[in-house]
Structures are given as C-alpha cells and as structure tokens.
C-alpha cells in the first residue's frame, strides 16, 4: 500500500509525496522550498529523494533549495543541464535503467514535452506496491502491466480547447503548443483502454488547466473506463 499526498498540481505549481511507510519520496519540486517545508512538517531530512520529470519551473523551482539542505535530486542529464546546476546531490539517471531510492525501485522512462529529455517515472515498493508517474506530456508509448497506483496529467479536453480557441479566448499557436506539450482527456483514455488495469485501485489526475479542462467530464469519462477511485488534487 502507498499513501499519496499532494501539495501542489497544475501551472502554479507542482508537488507530490509517495510513501510505502518505509521511505517517502517527492515527485516534483514546484512549489516554493517554504510552502515544501510546511507540507513536510519541516522534516525535509525525512526524504529519501526527489524524481524531477522535467525542468519547467512549476515542476523544479526549489530544486536548489533542496539540494543545499541535503536533499538528493533525481533528473535526466538533460534535465540538470537546462537547470544549470551542478551540486553532489543531483543525481542525473537514465531512460530505462533502474536504480533505488530507500525501499522504491525506479523505472525511468521517455516522455513528449518541450524540454530535454523529460522523464516520467515507474515506481515499485519492496512492499509489492506499483506506481506509475507521467505528467506533461502529449503521449506515452509504452505499456504497463501490474499497476496499483496512476498518476497521470490530464490537462485539457479537446472540445474545451476547440471552443476557446475558436472564441478568440486561447490564440491558435498556444493551442498547437498543449496539444504537443500536455496530455488531453482522450489521450487519457486511449491509455487507460490500452494498458492492464485489473491491479489498479487509485487514480489521481494531475495538471488540469484552469481554462482548458472541465474537471466533471474528466471525472465522469475516466470512471466509465476505469470504475476505480479518482483523486483529482
């Protein structure tokens, strides 16, 4: 079993803790380090570490607040490159080549977005537990088997989006810019319906637009593919 928390999803900001009741881990860095220590009780020391997907701001703002106090940070070699950091606690991993952090083993793995080398993350706990992590990005191109936990950035619905922009509200290039940079309603979908889910016991959807989503049809779309719990933070 996992206990997840989040603290922080969408443009303004970004942060979650995954914890197995052995090691807590931190998936993302969005948010201010002080907003960070509150949510952690200021007991940073208590991280095992930090996954970083990519290196946009509201995913990796206190990143090097984190490192000064002692806190190790997992990202792609790209991702520590756009961030123009260099610290002992950085620890650059690769695609598809497991490594440890307390009791988690982790799978990096490539996703779609407008960076360098963005990651998303498989997560398994020495207790059996099974977590996978993807958040901006326009597609996956991989399946997955087994999974009790999906994280998941469920951004915009397409026919949220067509309407803004044929309104005037959202101009056409920002437009073209989600659907090649974020993850729709239907892409979510199409993922869910392609992929073992006879594991599956929560779901938490992550980064919806505040203008471009419509977190009823989210819910009610996913629940009719899925029949799971659905965390929308």
């Not at 490539?110 to 996978?132: A, M, R, W």
Request: proline share 2%; hydrophobic share 35%.
């Amino acid at each position: 079993m996992l206990e997840i928390k989040s603290f922080g999803s969408g443009s303004s900001g970004n942060m979650y803790t995954v914890s197995d009741g052995e090691s807590k881990i931190m998936l993302e860095a969005g948010i201010s380090i002080k907003r960070i220590n509150t949510a952690l009780g200021f007991q940073t020391t208590n991280l095992a570490g930090v996954l970083l997907s990519h290196s946009h701001k509201d995913h990796s703002v206190a990143i090097k607040d984190l490192v000064r106090l002692g806190v190790d940070c997992y990202m792609s070699k790209g991702t520590a490159n756009e961030l123009q950091i260099n610290h002992h606690r950085i620890k650059c991993v690769e695609a598809k080549k497991t490594f440890r952090i307390g009791t988690f083993t982790i799978l990096p793995f490539e996703v779609e977005h407008d960076t360098d080398t963005p990651f998303g993350y498989l997560i398994k706990s020495d207790n059996g537990s099974k977590l996978l992590f993807a958040t901006d990005t326009y597609f996956i191109r991989y399946k997955f088997v087994g999974l009790n936990y999906l994280m998941l950035e469920c951004n915009y619905c397409q026919s949220v989006l067509d309407a803004n922009n044929k309104s005037g509200r959202l101009p056409k290039g920002l437009r073209q810019r989600i659907m090649k940079s974020h993850f729709s309603l239907e892409n979510v979908l199409d993922f869910l319906r392609s992929n073992d889910l006879s594991c599956l016991q929560e779901i938490w959807l992550l980064h919806l637009s505040d203008s471009n989503s419509d977190e009823q049809l989210i819910r009610d779309e996913v629940a009719k593919v899925t029949g799971k719990m659905i965390h929308i933070p």
